[in-house]
């Protein structure tokens, strides 16, 4: 730390003394703000948008700013790299098609049905690679991916390799048609993402999680118990993940393997924070709308391969020049100009 | 005669092959300051890593304060007030420093019996503990923007900030100057007279001769002397561990 | 009743394999195993290498394995290449972990869309005069597919065994791997050995990529498959040891085999990474790790 060949990287910095502190008031003024936020955007959406693919687009993005804001939790604030974003988010899509065919319970309680599987899942794996060092969990990640899509392509009761027809119902429980519904559905579960995030960050927890971050031994000789924290962060990442992906069958109506654990949730889910910032509930936020637009513009203009080569190519770009992501950078101006 | 605070009965430690740690027998007196020395490579590292639970030793047992604490994580060993200070300082880089000691206050005190700080009395303990290392006026900075010696400091602060009754000080001072040397000692005698029992593990034998009460040597894993710091350096064994045969 | 014929060809099929797996490993034993470098990107140049195979079998009739052999010095240079950036942007600023793993997985995750966008989806093949002809020793047989290539990943692990215990830069890499500092202390620069290092780890994904599409044809995505193969190989291996990572490969090659064999093969890619999964749960404990 002390060597002089280093040379001089922003570290991700909490932001104390950069962004005004003033907790109590900041979080009130979070929580109005917010829900004002959500409410109006929410108005206007239903009310003044009619063209249907708005509400597609509407409903990628928000499912990005979650996946980015659950991903943030376990990378950005405890340092633990999740490639296996797809294995979460695709129990949540399919715990959802088997709630659908013995049941019919609402999306929403199926939203909090799958989330609980995947938070089952992510405390699993967490209790089985967490003991080890960062690197050899984030390779567990992925391997953990694989192994629940193998298990799902061999599941004939939800498909298989060939997939599931989902029927999406006529009418929605509230006035608009059903993707409306789903959108409104996702905006909700972006709030409550991004209010735990917050909530997270400023508390004690947020604390242990910087600390076991930034040097995990001398977390645990301070009196931090390491494990059960990054339980909790990987259960609840899981968990969030697997919320965003239970409405996934009523969006798409086809779900296959193939698609719903694309390796492209495991990119954007670490390139969105990434490159928004990953210090701050901002970042993902930032990241995911602005990688989620280009990539729809990308889809709709050229083409879905290619949209993928860009996010990939700016997570290398963003990942090599500005580790802090943009959030960092404009930190950094903001200190700057203090100083 | 007061139980003492620690007791080491047989503890080994191996690595594959490599025995690292042998039979070591050892018992630390409420209150003392106890030296632990010897060559490099000796295992004095592994020992405080396994008596603060970074490690797990192989066989033996670990007694603080009546309690048997074998295969106890590291975190409720700090909780029960045994904290460890890192040959290497490893201080939470992207926290400042009244947040860096704010989490052994969070994480340990706080999270004893009885024991629930408002956060106006831990930021003023914070405040406090730095003041005593002479780091208050760099309260809001980073780690990176610290000395050699004022990152030693901190990293001795904070095993302080989690009110240990026993404190494993790893080679605080290498590499320093000897007036900076002085400064950890000074700190080192402070916090002894405040009641905390106090093992310094060093290679600097001055700072270890004038700290010491009671001298613990080891060599290749095996603990060779202990008893009083001018004897056991007299020990033709310690000689020629040092000198070579 | 398991019919015998069946195991035994199973077991030798998984034997022959397992070698071509060591073969695809030993890249990252050097890269993560000895420089501690995590590059999960190794297998988009495996797969590079089978595409480069691919063009030049197709266009000029080239041996694929030749080909190998004759683009691994070009590898060598693109594996420094990389080593270079990786080094400026992470090693140097000792923030290896988050972002050098994004680094990775970004350019693993652009080479195969960067693959799929020139060549498509559709399954690619090579051809020679090996491909095809199977060896009898009674009722067991030996696709020369596959011999051939398990032959040349044993030669090439021998040819780098030999070049890390002989030669002076083989020495200084294990060195490396060992003690960086005992390294600069005898004036030797560990990045420019380092870059040697990553480059030869590169270099042999020039020769695996060609075994593979003589073993297989291959299409942009199959690279995925190896990611759990490769880690779980040199993991079980010990990290560092040539022996140990051979004889997980073969362990692995094996179960795979048999599982494919009885089970069928879609349960193939579940094996290894089932494998990385248990041996990593039952590492020893310890935040120390290795």
Same mark, same amino acid.
């Given at each position: 730390?002390?060597?002089?060949?280093?040379?001089?990287?922003?570290? %991700?910095?909490?932001?104390?003394?950069?962004?005004?502190?003033?907790?109590?008031?900041?979080?009130?003024?979070?929580?109005?703000?917010?829900?004002?936020?959500?409410?109006?955007? $929410?108005?206007?959406?239903?009310?003044?948008?009619?063209?249907?693919?708005?509400?597609?687009?509407?409903?990628?993005?928000?499912?990005?700013?979650?996946?980015?804001?659950?991903?943030?939790?376990?990378?950005?604030?405890?340092?633990?790299?999740?490639?296996?974003?797809?294995?979460?988010?695709?129990?949540?899509?399919?715990?959802? +098609?088997?709630?659908?065919?013995?049941?019919?319970? %609402?999306?929403?309680?199926?939203?909090?049905?799958?989330?609980?599987?995947?938070?089952?899942?992510?405390?699993?794996?967490?209790?089985?690679?967490?003991? $080890?060092?960062?690197?050899?969990?984030?390779?567990?990640?992925?391997?953990?991916?694989?192994?629940?899509?193998? $298990?799902?392509?061999?599941?004939?009761?939800?498909?298989?390799?060939?997939?599931?027809?989902?029927?999406?119902?006529?009418?929605?429980?509230?006035?608009?048609?059903?993707?409306?519904?789903?959108?409104?559905?996702?905006?909700?579960?972006?709030?409550?993402?991004?209010?735990?995030?917050?909530?997270?960050?400023?508390?004690?927890?947020? $604390?242990?999680?910087?600390?076991?971050?930034?040097?995990?031994?001398?977390?645990?000789?301070?009196? +931090? %118990?390491?494990?059960?924290?990054?339980?909790?962060?990987?259960?609840?990442?899981?968990?969030?993940?697997?919320?965003?992906?239970?409405?996934?069958?009523?969006?798409?109506?086809?779900?296959?393997?193939?698609?719903?654990?694309?390796?492209?949730?495991? +990119?954007?889910?670490?390139?969105?924070?990434?490159?928004?910032?990953?210090?701050?509930?901002?970042?993902?936020?930032?990241?995911?709308?602005?990688?989620?637009?280009?990539?729809?513009?990308?889809?709709?203009?050229?083409?879905?391969?290619?949209?993928?080569?860009? +996010?990939?190519?700016?997570?290398?770009?963003?990942?090599?020049?500005? %580790?802090?992501?943009?959030?960092?950078?404009?930190?950094?101006?903001?200190?700057?100009?203090?100083? | 005669?007061?139980?003492?605070?620690? /007791?080491?009965?047989?503890?080994?430690?191996?690595?594959?092959?490599?025995?690292?740690?042998?039979?070591?027998?050892? /018992?630390?007196?409420?209150?003392?300051?106890?030296?632990?020395?010897?060559?490099?490579?000796?295992?004095?590292?592994?020992?405080?890593?396994?008596?603060?639970?970074?490690?797990?030793?192989?066989?033996?047992?670990?007694?603080?304060?009546?309690?048997?604490?074998?295969?106890?994580?590291?975190?409720?060993?700090?909780?029960?007030?045994?904290?460890?200070?890192?040959?290497?300082?490893?201080?939470?880089?992207?926290?400042?420093?009244?947040?860096?000691?704010?989490?052994?206050?969070?994480? /340990?005190?706080?999270?004893?019996?009885?024991?629930?700080?408002?956060?106006?009395?831990?930021?003023?303990?914070?405040?406090?503990?730095?003041?005593?290392?002479?780091?208050?006026?760099?309260?809001?900075?980073?780690?990176?923007?610290?000395?050699?010696?004022?990152?030693?400091?901190?990293?001795?602060?904070?095993?302080?900030?989690?009110?240990?009754?026993?404190?494993?000080?790893?080679?605080?001072?290498?590499?320093?100057?000897?007036?900076?040397?002085?400064?950890?000692?000074?700190?080192?005698?402070?916090?002894?007279?405040?009641?905390?029992?106090?093992?310094?593990?060093?290679?600097?034998?001055?700072?270890?001769?004038?700290?010491?009460?009671?001298?613990?040597?080891?060599?290749?894993?095996?603990?060779?002397?202990?008893?009083?710091?001018?004897?056991?350096?007299?020990?033709?064994?310690?000689?020629?561990?040092?000198?070579?045969? | 009743?398991?019919?015998?014929?069946?195991?035994?060809?199973?077991?030798?099929?998984?034997?022959?394999?397992?070698?071509?797996?060591?073969?695809?490993?030993?890249?990252?034993?050097?890269?993560?195993?000895?420089?501690?470098?995590?590059?999960?990107?190794?297998?988009?140049?495996?797969?590079?290498?089978?595409?480069?195979?691919?063009?030049?079998?197709?266009?000029?009739?080239?041996?694929?394995?030749?080909?190998?052999?004759?683009?691994?010095?070009?590898?060598?240079?693109?594996?420094?290449?990389?080593?270079?950036?990786?080094?400026?942007?992470?090693?140097?600023?000792?923030?290896?972990?988050?972002?050098?793993?994004?680094?990775?997985?970004?350019?693993?995750?652009?080479?195969?869309?960067?693959?799929?966008?020139?060549?498509?989806?559709?399954?690619?093949?090579?051809?020679?005069?090996?491909?095809?002809?199977?060896?009898?020793?009674?009722?067991?047989?030996?696709?020369?597919?596959?011999?051939?290539?398990?032959?040349?990943?044993?030669?090439?692990?021998?040819?780098?065994?030999?070049?890390?215990?002989?030669?002076?830069?083989?020495?200084?890499?294990?060195?490396?791997?060992?003690?960086?500092?005992?390294?600069?202390?005898?004036?030797?620069?560990?990045?420019?050995?380092?870059?040697?290092?990553?480059?030869?780890?590169?270099?042999?994904?020039?020769?695996?990529?060609?075994?593979?599409?003589?073993?297989?044809?291959?299409?942009?995505?199959?690279?995925?498959?190896?990611?759990?193969?490769?880690?779980?190989?040199?993991?079980?291996?010990?990290?560092?040891?040539?022996?140990?990572?051979?004889?997980?490969?073969?362990?692995?090659?094996?179960?795979?085999?048999?599982?494919?064999?009885?089970?069928?093969?879609?349960?193939?890619?579940?094996?290894?990474?089932?494998?990385?999964?248990?041996?990593?749960?039952?590492?020893?404990?310890?935040?120390?790790?290795?």
């Amino acid at each position: 730390m002390m060597h002089g060949n280093r040379s001089e990287t922003p570290l %991700p910095h909490r932001g104390k003394g950069v962004i005004p502190r003033g907790s109590e008031m900041g979080t009130a003024k979070f929580w109005i703000g917010s829900v004002l936020v959500g409410v109006v955007f $929410l108005v206007l959406t239903r009310w003044l948008i009619t063209n249907e693919y708005y509400f597609f687009a509407g409903y990628q993005v928000l499912q990005f700013i979650v996946l980015a804001t659950a991903w943030n939790i376990l990378g950005g604030y405890t340092g633990y790299t999740n490639f296996g974003t797809g294995a979460f988010f695709a129990v949540g899509a399919y715990s959802a +098609v088997v709630l659908h065919k013995l049941t019919s319970l %609402p999306v929403p309680v199926m939203m909090l049905i799958g989330g609980v599987m995947s938070g089952i899942i992510g405390f699993g794996m967490g209790y089985l690679t967490l003991r $080890l060092k960062g690197v050899f969990f984030a390779i567990a990640t992925l391997a953990l991916a694989i192994v629940a899509q193998t $298990l799902i392509v061999n599941w004939d009761y939800v498909g298989g390799a060939r997939g599931v027809y989902v029927i999406r119902p006529q009418h929605a429980p509230i006035s608009g048609s059903y993707i409306q519904y789903l959108y409104s559905l996702m905006l909700a579960l972006t709030w409550v993402s991004v209010a735990i995030a917050r909530t997270i960050e400023r508390s004690q927890l947020g $604390l242990g999680f910087n600390a076991i971050r930034d040097d995990e031994l001398a977390a645990e000789a301070a009196g +931090v %118990p390491t494990l059960r924290l990054k339980l909790i962060a990987t259960t609840l990442s899981g968990a969030l993940m697997g919320m965003s992906g239970a409405p996934l069958p009523y969006y798409v109506t086809y779900l296959d393997p193939a698609s719903s654990f694309n390796l492209s949730y495991a +990119v954007n889910s670490v390139a969105m924070p990434m490159i928004g910032g990953m210090t701050s509930w901002i970042g993902p936020i930032v990241g995911a709308v602005l990688l989620g637009t280009i990539q729809q513009l990308a889809t709709v203009t050229i083409s879905s391969a290619l949209n993928l080569l860009i +996010v990939g190519v700016l997570l290398i770009v963003f990942v090599i020049i500005a %580790p802090n992501g943009i959030v960092g950078l404009v930190q950094s101006r903001w200190r700057a100009r203090i100083r | 005669m007061a139980e003492p605070i620690l /007791t080491v009965s047989g503890l080994g430690k191996r690595f594959g092959g490599f025995v690292a740690l042998e039979n070591i027998n050892i /018992t630390v007196e409420t209150g003392e300051r106890l030296g632990l020395i010897g060559p490099n490579g000796s295992g004095k590292s592994t020992l405080v890593n396994c008596l603060s639970g970074a490690l797990h030793h192989d066989s033996g047992s670990v007694t603080f304060d009546g309690r048997r604490i074998d295969g106890m994580p590291a975190y409720q060993r700090t909780r029960l007030g045994l904290a460890r200070s890192f040959q290497l300082p490893k201080p939470f880089r992207s926290l400042n420093l009244v947040d860096n000691l704010r989490i052994p206050l969070l994480y /340990t005190v706080n999270a004893r019996h009885g024991a629930h700080l408002s956060s106006t009395e831990i930021d003023a303990r914070c405040r406090a503990l730095l003041a005593d290392v002479a780091l208050a006026d760099k309260a809001r900075r980073l780690p990176r923007d610290l000395t050699q010696v004022e990152m030693r400091k901190l990293e001795l602060a904070r095993a302080v900030a989690s009110a240990p009754r026993l404190l494993f000080a790893d080679e605080a001072m290498a590499g320093l100057s000897p007036s900076e040397v002085e400064e950890i000692l000074v700190v080192l005698f402070r916090l002894n007279e405040q009641g905390i029992t106090i093992v310094l593990i060093e290679h600097i034998m001055r700072a270890v001769m004038s700290f010491s009460t009671r001298l613990v040597v080891l060599v290749a894993g095996q603990k060779i002397a202990d008893g009083a710091p001018q004897e056991a350096i007299r020990n033709p064994e310690v000689e020629r561990a040092y000198l070579g045969e | 009743m398991i019919s015998l014929d069946l195991a035994v060809n199973a077991i030798v099929a998984g034997l022959l394999l397992g070698g071509f797996y060591a073969a695809v490993t030993v890249g990252v034993t050097i890269s993560f195993g000895m420089l501690d470098i995590v590059n999960i990107a190794h297998p988009a140049f495996i797969m590079l290498g089978s595409f480069v195979a691919y063009i030049v079998n197709s266009n000029f009739a080239v041996d694929p394995i030749l080909i190998g052999v004759v683009m691994a010095p070009v590898f060598f240079l693109a594996g420094m290449g990389v080593y270079q950036i990786y080094y400026y942007a992470f090693e140097r600023r000792g923030e290896e972990s988050i972002q050098g793993l994004a680094f990775f997985f970004g350019l693993l995750f652009v080479g195969e869309v960067a693959l799929i966008l020139v060549f498509g989806v559709d399954y690619r093949f090579v051809e020679a005069p090996y491909i095809g002809p199977s060896l009898h020793f009674g009722f067991v047989d030996f696709p020369l597919r596959m011999l051939i290539p398990f032959l040349i990943s044993l030669l090439m692990l021998a040819v780098l065994q030999v070049f890390l215990g002989r030669t002076f830069i083989g020495r200084a890499i294990l060195a490396v791997s060992q003690d960086r500092l005992a390294l600069q202390l005898m004036a030797a620069n560990p990045s420019r050995v380092k870059r040697i290092a990553f480059g030869i780890s590169i270099a042999t994904a020039s020769v695996a990529g060609a075994l593979l599409i003589i073993i297989q044809p291959v299409e942009p995505s199959i690279g995925r498959d190896y990611i759990g193969r490769i880690f779980a190989i040199c993991v079980l291996g010990g990290m560092t040891s040539f022996p140990g990572m051979l004889a997980g490969a073969m362990l692995i090659g094996i179960v795979e085999s048999i599982t494919s064999t009885f089970y069928g093969p879609s349960w193939a890619p579940a094996v290894a990474f089932g494998f990385l999964l248990l041996t990593l749960a039952w590492r020893p404990a310890g935040i120390l790790g290795r």
